[in-house]
């Protein structure tokens, strides 16, 4: 099937630091997905991308759809403990119905 | 507004065992879908469903059954369960399949 390679797997950072992850894959895609999930939840929506180029934040996170329609990556800027989680980054393939498909998740653990 | 409710939250069976997973949105969103959860593998699509009454298969949809019979509702049929079906399941919903998932908040499946 199709892969999304999400890098890193897993971040360790003091509070305060910025944190930068990415999405990459050989497909090309017509939306690229941030959600964050907690433990014991459900993966929650944080930012949607529908534009090759396209910039968004929200607050102190922002994402960009890559020009090439084949990477994405977020950015968290001053983390704060309760930025604690697991981050995906999904994307919805051009050909096709609705294929949604997952990276690997990026853990992201924060020092006090 | 109580969004995507699975049930149960978490669930032990013994190999062979049937069981059915249960997902209900009142959102009225048309298309609804099951994902599996394994480490370091993401969330994987088994079945998704754009209406009431017309499903069709995800990525890893062996040993699932699904209907949409409503709306409302979309259950997860497991006929024989298998040890290699020990996972975190989650529901998801949208107003159709351009728009971002809203998730439940999953069901813990062990089989022993």
């Known amino acids: 099937g199709q892969q999304l390679n999400q890098s890193p797997q897993s971040m360790f950072i003091q509070e305060g630091e910025d944190v930068s992850m990415n999405c990459t894959s050989s497909s090309i895609f017509n939306t690229w997905l941030w959600y964050k999930q907690d433990p014991g939840e459900g993966p929650v929506l944080l930012i949607a991308?529908?534009?090759?180029?396209e910039l968004t934040s929200n607050g102190r996170l922002t994402a960009q759809f890559g020009i090439t329609r084949k990477d994405s990556f977020l950015n968290i800027s001053a983390s704060i403990p309760s930025d604690v989680g697991i981050y995906f980054c999904?994307?919805?393939?051009?050909?096709?119905?609705?294929?949604?498909?997952f990276g690997q998740g990026t853990r992201l653990t924060i020092n006090p | 507004n109580a969004g995507v409710t699975q049930t149960p939250k978490f669930q032990v069976l013994k190999t062979g065992q049937s069981m059915t997973l249960q997902c209900a949105q009142d959102m009225n969103h048309e298309y609804m879908s099951w994902y599996r959860q394994d480490p370091g593998m993401g969330l994987r699509l088994i079945h998704y469903?754009?209406?009431?009454?017309?499903?069709d298969q995800g990525e890893v949809p062996n040993g699932y059954n699904v209907s949409r019979s409503t709306t409302e509702d979309f259950p997860l049929r497991l006929l024989s369960a298998a040890p290699s079906q020990t996972s975190v399941y989650f529901c998801a919903s949208s107003w159709d399949f351009n728009s971002p998932l809203h998730f439940g908040n999953g069901t813990r499946l062990t089989v022993t």
């Open positions: 999904a994307g919805q393939l051009v050909q096709g119905a609705q294929k949604l498909v």
């Open positions: 991308l529908y534009k090759a180029g």
């Open positions: 469903s754009v209406g009431a009454g017309i499903t």
